[in-house]
C-alpha cells in the first residue's frame, strides 16, 4: 500500500446504527448454562436463560469501542445510533463522549426494546437511523476541521465507516437498506455547510444482519465491493450470539491489528492455590508490532503463526519469559516499536494477572520459538502511567558494532574535561512536563534553549582553561546569579559581594589553589591574579543580561579602575533604561524599593531558612548551598529581599572584607535606590 | 550502514569487451569485479564502518558472503565466480530481503547495488518487483556495451516504487569508465553526514555515523516527510530512569569531527584539542542521564553514553518518531520545561510524569460478558461466596459492587 492510500483512512469516523427495533427484543435462543448448583438427580432443572438480540449486538458494539480507544486514546472516533420509532445518537465526535463508561450511562438510559405494540403512525424500523448517521459523517471532527484550516495542498477527503447491525429478511431487502443508506448519504451531501461539515468522500458501509439461533437465515455474506464512486457495501450474516466474534474479527481489518498470544503464562489455579498450571493470554496491538518477526524468515514465522480457535484470523504465539530481575530488559536502542496494547478477554483471570501483573511495574519479555527450536526475545510488554505497551526488540546485529571510542577520537586525550561541573549544570537543566497550560504564543523549547544559551555564555570546556569556576569560595554565589534571566536587587548585591571578596583576597596576597596545566610553569601569584581578572572580565561581559547584570560588570571596573571601560557600561546601562519602558518585569524590580517590607505570601518557612542563612559565614560552602537552595525555592526570584535581613550579614560577620569595602556597598546601595 | 553487493552471473557476463586501441580484453564479469573492488577501497578509506555482503544472481540467488567488515575476505571470493544461466530479478531481491532481516532485523538501512547486463530498465519495472522491506535504496549498474534501447522508452533513470535508480557508466565500457561510475556511486552514497551538537552556547562540529536518512511518514490527515537539520540543539537532560524504552527509528554514533585547519596538524594534536561532544559524554555516562536534542521543527532525539563493550563507550544519537509524542508517557515534548520553571510548585510531588485523562479498560473494573464463560464465573463466584456466607461477607459484596 503506497503512503498516498494511507491517508484520510476510514476508520477515522467511524458509526454503528443499531436496530433498537422490538424484534431485537427478542431472544437469541442461545441457551445460557446457569446451573450450577448440585442439586441432586431427577430435579427440575433452573428454566434457560437467553440473552436477546439487542444485549448481544450491544454488547459486541461496546467490545468494539472498548478496544479502539484502548489502542487509540486519540484520532479514532465512533459514534453510536440506535433507531427504533425514532434515532437517537448515543454520543457525539467530542473527545469528552469517546468513552465506553459514557456510553454505558446513556444505554441505561435507552433501556431494551420496547415489547411489540402495534402503531398505525409510525413503524418500529432501523431506517430511521440513517439519516442520522448521514448527519453524523458529513459532520467535521476536530481533527478534521484542523487539517482544514491548515490548508495543505492535498485536500482533506472526509471518508468514514458505518456499521448497520440489523435483521434482513433476505438479499433482495438489504439491498434495499442499501440503496437507502445512499440516498441519505448523497441527500445529506447537498446540505454541507463549510466549515462545521463536510462533503462524504468516502464510506464504507459494513451491514452485519443477525437472527436468533434457532433460525436459518436467507442472507448470504457479501465481500467487499463498490456500489457507487461513493460506497461500499459488506455483507455478513451471522446468528446473534456469534456476532461478538465476528465484530472483533472486522475490527482487526478495520484498524489492522494484530492478535498476539502469551503463552505459557505460569499461574496459581483459582479453586487450589498450591498447585499451578500455565495459561494463555490473547492480546490485540497495532500489527506493525510483528512486521519484524513476519518478514525475517518464512520457515521461523510459519512455526510461530496459528489459527486463533473458533475464528478467521491468525494469532502469533509468544512464549512468556519468567523474568528474573527487573534489570534484564533490553537498553533503550533495541526497541525499534511502541504500540499500545489491550486484553481480547478482558475479564478471564489469566488476562487480569497479566495486566495487574504489569501495571505493577513489572515487565514480561516474550520469546519466539523458532522452527528449529531455537528462542529469541522478540516482544517485551511494559507498563507507562497505567497504560500497557508491547515493545518490538530489535533482534538483530548492530551495525555499530565495534565502533572506534570516542576516546580515540578528537579531543579524547584531554584529561581536564570539567566533567563533575557538567554534571551539575545537567541537574540544574532537568526537563519536565510542564503542569502549566502552554500559552500560544510561548514556546518551551525556545525558552529552555535560550535558558541553555544563557547560562553557557562564558563555560570552559577544561579546568585548566579557568580559574574563577576553581575560586567558588569567592566567585559564588555570583557565578549562579549571573547566568540567570532576571537579577534581583539583593542578588546584585551578593554579586558585588563576591567580587569585593576577591579584590580584599589579592590585597592580602591570598594563594589560589588551581589545577595546572603544566607542572613546570607554576604561575607567579601577581599573573594568577591577572589571568584570574581577565577571566572574571570575559566571564560578566558574556553575561551582561539585564541592568543589574551590567551593574556587577560596573562593580568590577570600578574595582580595577578601569575608569574608561566603566564609561562603555554606562552606555550599555543607558541603552537598558530606554528599553524599560516595553518591559514592564524590569521596572517592578526596579522601581520595588529594597528597603520595603517583605510581600506578605512569603510564608514563614522560607523566613526560617534565610534567618539561618544569616548566621552562617557567608562563604563557607554550606552558606552557598543554602543560599541557591533558597534562590530555587522562591516563588517569585526577582523579588526584593528584606533589607534589615541583608544588612545583618554584614554586621555580624566579621569577615575582612565586610569591614574593609562597607562603605562602597552601601553608596552602591543607594545609588541603586535611587 | 550496510551494503548488500548483487552480481550478475547470467551467462551473457561471459561476454568479452575489447578495448579500442589495445589489444586487451576483459569479460563483463571482469569489469564488475573491477568495479566491486573501486569500491572496496573506497570504503576502507572513507568509512571503515560499513558492513558489506555479497549476493550473486542468475536465474536463482546464493550468498556468496555475508555480512563482513573484512573487505579483502570479499575481494579474494569474487575472484571465483561461476556463471550460469540467465538473469531473473524477483529472487534477488527476495533473497536480499531475507538476509539483511535476518542479520539487521528492519532498523538499519542498507543499500544495495546491483551490477547486472539484463535489462533493467524494464526488468526492474515490472510488477513482480516487489519493493525492499528495509530501509535503503537500489543503485543499479548495468554494464552494456550500447546505449540500451530500453533506456530510451523511459525518460527517468529512477525505478518505480522508490525502489531506486540506475547510474550507467560512459560508453565504451572499459576499466576506467567502470571504476568512474563506482567512484561516483560511493561517493553520493557514503557522505560522512556532518552536524553542530549544540548545547547554548557550547558546540562542537560531529559526524553522525550512519548518516540519518529522512523519514516519510503517513498519519492520518497529511504525510509527513522529516529530514534532520544539520544543527541538533540541546533543549535539557533527563534521567535515564525516565526516558525508559521510547521506540527508535535509527541510532547513530556521535563523533566529534577532526579540526582540520592546519595541514601540519596531527591526528596527536587533534585529540588533545577538547571537544565539547566528548566532555558531554563524560558527563552524561558519570551521571546516567540523557540529553534531549531537537533534530528539526518536529523531529527529537536522545543523546546517551552508549558502550558496545565495557571498554569502548561512544556518544549515540537515537532518532525518535517524528512527532512531539514520541514518548508518550513524558507527554508531549513542546510541554517539556527545564526545571526552574516548575519551582514555584515545589510541594507538588507529583510522581508520574502526566496523568492519563482516562483509563484503559484494563486499569478499571468493567465487565465484559461476551463469553458465555465471563458470565458464568462471575455468578459461579457469587454464589459461592453466597454459601460461606458469614466468612466471606466482605468479598461478596465486593463482587456484588463490582457487578
Known sequence: MSLIDQLFPANHKTTFVVDHTPYFGLASNSHIKMDFTKRPSGGIPPPPIFKSMWTCSIEAVLEYCRIVWDLFPEGKLIRVISSDMQSRNLNNWSSSQQNVNYMLHHLSSLGPPAKLVPNPNRDYSVVYGFRTAAEAMIECTTAQMDQGAKKNNIEVQNKCRTIIITSARDNPSIDNLMSMFHNEMTKSNKYVSQPSSMHIHHCHLVIINTYPDSITCEVTDRPPHSISPILDLEVHSIPASKIGIKISNLLLKHYNLASTTVTGIPMKEEQNASSSANYDVEIYHAATAHTTILNANVADAKAVVAKKEGADYETIKLKWCTPRANNNLPDIHSCTTLHRITPVDINSRPSACLITFLLNGRSVLLEMIKQGGGKSMSHVLKSYNGEIYIHTVSSGRTVLEDPPAISEGPGGKVTQYRVADFGIFMRLNLLEPSKKKQAEDKNYIDEAKECLKKQTAYWPLITTSTIIFHLKRYTEPMLTFMVKDNMSDQELIHCKQCVYALVAAESRNEHFITPIANPRKILKREDQYKSMWAELEAFLKSNLHTENHCKVLQCYFECRGKLDEEKIIEKTLMRFKKSLADRPSVIRATTDSPMSPPLTQQTGIKHNIAHKAVDVDPNSVMYLKIVQDQENRRVNPSRPQFAGRLKSIQKRNGNLFAKLYQHIDEDTDTTSVK | ?403
Not at chain 2, 133 to 152: A, R
Not at chain 2, 357 to 366: A, I, L
Open chain 2, 1 to 403: 550502514m550496510a551494503t548488500v553487493i548483487a552480481i550478475d552471473l547470467s551467462v551473457s557476463m561471459i561476454r568479452d569487451i575489447k578495448i579500442k586501441d589495445t589489444k586487451e580484453s576483459f569479460t563483463l564479469l571482469q569489469l564488475a569485479t573491477h568495479g566491486v573492488n573501486v569500491l572496496l577501497n573506497y570504503l576502507a578509506v572513507h568509512s571503515r564502518l560499513e558492513f558489506v555482503a555479497v549476493v550473486t544472481f542468475s536465474s536463482t540467488c546464493d550468498v556468496l558472503c555475508s555480512f563482513t567488515r573484512d573487505y579483502d575476505l570479499i575481494k579474494s571470493k569474487i575472484t571465483q565466480l561461476e556463471f550460469s544461466s540467465k538473469t531473473c530479478y524477483p529472487p534477488v531481491i527476495q533473497t536480499i530481503n531475507n538476509l539483511v532481516h535476518s542479520e539487521w532485523s528492519n532498523s538499519v538501512t542498507c543499500q544495495v547495488i546491483m551490477i547486472t547486463d539484463g535489462n533493467c530498465y524494464e526488468g526492474l519495472r515490472k510488477p513482480d518487483i516487489t519493493p525492499f522491506l528495509f530501509p535503503g535504496k537500489l543503485i543499479v549498474v548495468p554494464l552494456e556495451q550500447v546505449s540500451s534501447l530500453y533506456k530510451n522508452n523511459y525518460d527517468s533513470n529512477k525505478l518505480p516504487n522508490g525502489l531506486g535508480y540506475i547510474t550507467s557508466p560512459e560508453l565504451p565500457l572499459t576499466p576506467s569508465s567502470v571504476a568512474k561510475v563506482f567512484e561516483k556511486v560511493a561517493k553520493e552514497t557514503y557522505v560522512p553526514y556532518s552536524a553542530v551538537l549544540r548545547c547554548g552556547s557550547l558546540k562542537s562540529d560531529v559526524h553522525l555515523i550512519p548518516p540519518p536518512m529522512s523519514y516519510t511518514k503517513a498519519a492520518d490527515f497529511e504525510i509527513m516527510t522529516c529530514c534532520i537539520s544539520s544543527e541538533l540543539s540541546i533543549i535539557g537532560f533527563l534521567e535515564s530512569s525516565k526516558v525508559e524504552c521510547p521506540a527508535t527509528l535509527s541510532r547513530h554514533l556521535v563523533l566529534p569531527q577532526r579540526i582540520l585547519d592546519e595541514c601540519s596538524e596531527t591526528n596527536e594534536a587533534s585529540a588533545r584539542t577538547p571537544s565539547f561532544c566528548v566532555l558531554l559524554h563524560g558527563a552524561l555516562k558519570v551521571e546516567n542521564m540523557t540529553a534531549v536534542c531537537q533534530l528539526s521543527s518536529n523531529w527529537y532525539g536522545l543523546l546517551v553514553s552508549w558502550a558496545d563493550n565495557k571498554k569502548k563507550s561512544n556518544l549515540m544519537l537515537i532518532i525518535l518518531e517524528p512527532g512531539t509524542n514520541a514518548i508518550p508517557w513524558l507527554g508531549d515534548i513542546r510541554n517539556l520545561a527545564l526545571t526552574p520553571i516548575e519551582f514555584a510548585k515545589s510541594d507538588d510531588e507529583d510522581t508520574q510524569p502526566i496523568k492519563t485523562p482516562d483509563k484503559r479498560s484494563y486499569n478499571q473494573s468493567q465487565l465484559v460478558w461476551i463469553k458465555e464463560a465471563g458470565l458464568q464465573a462471575d455468578i459461579q463466584k457469587i454464589l459461592r461466596q453466597a454459601r460461606k456466607m458469614p466468612d466471606k461477607i466482605q468479598s461478596f459484596y465486593k463482587v456484588i459492587q463490582r457487578l
